[in-house]
T-cell receptor, first 116, second 110 residues
Framework: DAGVIQSPRHEVTEMGQEVTLRCKPI?????LFWYRQTMMRGLELLIY????????DSGMPEDRFSAKMPNASFSTLKIQPSEPRDSAVYFC??????????????FGPGTRLTVL | RKEVEQDPGPFNVPEGATVAFNCTYS??????FFWYRQDCRKEPKLLMS???SGNEDGRFTAQLNRASQYISLLIRDSKLSDSATYLC???????????FGSGTRLSIRP
C-alpha cells in the first residue's frame, strides 16, 4: 500500500488566493483526519470524517476553511481566502473504524503551505 | 490549562543513556493513550500504545498513572536514531477526537 497520499507537498501562494489541499487515505480506512502543525501551536486537529461524514469540525479555525470528503478515497481541505497566518504544515491521516479505542492513525507526508 | 502537556525539552543525552519523559492530561475520563514519534520535517508515526498495566517494546517502556493523570516513556540504551520529537496522545473515548501534546524534543549525542 502506498500509504496516505497528499498533494501538493509544497504550496506557496499569495494572501487572498484560494488554496486546495488533497488527500487520499489508505484503502479500507474509513476515518480521515485533517491536522495543522505550527511551531507555536503544535499539532491541531481541524476536522475528522467517519465514513465520509464530518463528525467534528470544531477545530476548523474560521469560515475561510472548509473540508469535503466526496467519497471514501478522496478528501480536500480548502482555504479561501488564504492569509499569512495560515502558513503551516497540513497533515492528513487515516485509520480503520473509529469505534475502537486503540486505532493507529497513519499520517501522510504533509503539505507545507506558505502564504506570502 | 492545556488538555495534554509535555515538557518541550530539548533533552540532550549521550548515546547509551536512559532517558524518560512524562506527559500529563487534564481529562480524568481519558481512555486511550499513545506515544507518537516525529522526525524532523516528517509526519508523526505511532511508536507505541500505552496500556493500563504498562507495556514494553524492546528498549521502550510506557507507563500509565491514572491517579496522577500522567503517562511516561522510558528509553533505555538510547541510540543516535532515537533523536526525534515524541508526541503524547490522549483520547477520551472511541467517539471523541485525539489530542496531541506539543511534543518533547530528544537529541542523542555520540
Amino acid at each position: 500500500d502506498a500509504g496516505v497520499i497528499q498533494s501538493p507537498r509544497h504550496e506557496v501562494t499569495e494572501m487572498g488566493q484560494e488554496v486546495t489541499l488533497r488527500c487520499k487515505p489508505i484503502s479500507g480506512h474509513n476515518s480521515l483526519f485533517w491536522y495543522r502543525q505550527t511551531m507555536m501551536r503544535g499539532l491541531e486537529l481541524l476536522i475528522y470524517f467517519n465514513n465520509n461524514v464530518p463528525i467534528d469540525d470544531s477545530g476548523m479555525p474560521e469560515d475561510r476553511f472548509s473540508a469535503k470528503m466526496p467519497n471514501a478515497s478522496f478528501s480536500t481541505l480548502k482555504i479561501q481566502p488564504s492569509e499569512p497566518r495560515d502558513s503551516a504544515v497540513y497533515f492528513c491521516a487515516s485509520s480503520t473504524a473509529g469505534g475502537a479505542l486503540y486505532n493507529e492513525q497513519f499520517f501522510g507526508p504533509g503539505t507545507r503551505l506558505t502564504v506570502l | 490549562r492545556k488538555e495534554v502537556e509535555q515538557d518541550p525539552g530539548p533533552f540532550n543525552v549521550p548515546e547509551g543513556a536512559t532517558v524518560a519523559f512524562n506527559c500529563t492530561y487534564s481529562n480524568s475520563a481519558s481512555q486511550s493513550f499513545f506515544w507518537y514519534r516525529q522526525d524532523c520535517r516528517k509526519e508523526p508515526k505511532l511508536l507505541m500504545s500505552v496500556y493500563s498495566s504498562g507495556n514494553e517494546d524492546g528498549r521502550f517502556t510506557a507507563q500509565l498513572n491514572r491517579a496522577s493523570q500522567y503517562i511516561s516513556l522510558l528509553i533505555r540504551d538510547s541510540k543516535l536514531s532515537d533523536s526525534a520529537t515524541y508526541l503524547c496522545v490522549v483520547r477520551v473515548s472511541s467517539a471523541s477526537k485525539i489530542i496531541f501534546g506539543s511534543g518533547t524534543r530528544l537529541s542523542i549525542r555520540p
